[in-house]
């Protein structure tokens, strides 16, 4: 069970939203995250990926891909509804969304990256670099 009162006001997050495990799209992404985690780290900003995959296919995924960051399942896709993450392509496939979140839990930037798979992670160390 994951707590963001837990990790509030102690680091900066980064929040993404993304459809499924083990797609193209999700793995280039999950894998960049990977690659630049420890810049994300040392940036003091913990990164946390969401989807509506279950708990084993979440398991599957971080240990198919190395992965060090935590993966959430929302299979009844509250906390997706909580956030405003929109689905595509008439609300078949859902949204792919990544939110800069403050120590303080302000949202400082909303990345809509669906078409765009990975380049708005770079952008996001970016932007918490300017936070701290």
């Known amino acids: 069970m994951f707590h963001l009162t837990d990790v ?3 680091q900066n997050l980064v929040i993404y ?4 495990d083990n797609t193209q799209g999700c793995t280039k992404e999950a894998c960049t995250f990977r690659d630049m985690y420890q810049d994300f780290t040392d940036a003091g900003a ?3 990926g969401i989807s509506s995959d279950s708990k084993a296919s979440h398991i599957d995924f971080t240990e ?3 992965l060090p960051f935590k993966l959430l399942s929302d299979e009844d896709k509250k906390v997706r509804k909580l956030f405003g993450v ?3 392509l008439f609300g078949l496939i859902d949204g ?11 949202i400082r930037y909303i990345f809509k990256s669906q078409t765009q798979i990975g380049k708005h992670i770079s952008e996001s160390l970016r932007i918490i670099h300017t936070l701290n």
Do not use: M, N
Request: aromatic fraction near 12%.
């Open 64 to 66: 198919s891909h190395k």
């Open 86 to 88: 929109p689905s595509d």
């Open 17 to 20: 939203f993304y459809p499924k």
């Open 46 to 48: 913990e990164v946390i």
């Open 96 to 106: 792919r969304v990544t939110y800069i979140v403050d120590k303080q839990g302000i």
């Open 8 to 10: 509030l006001g102690k």
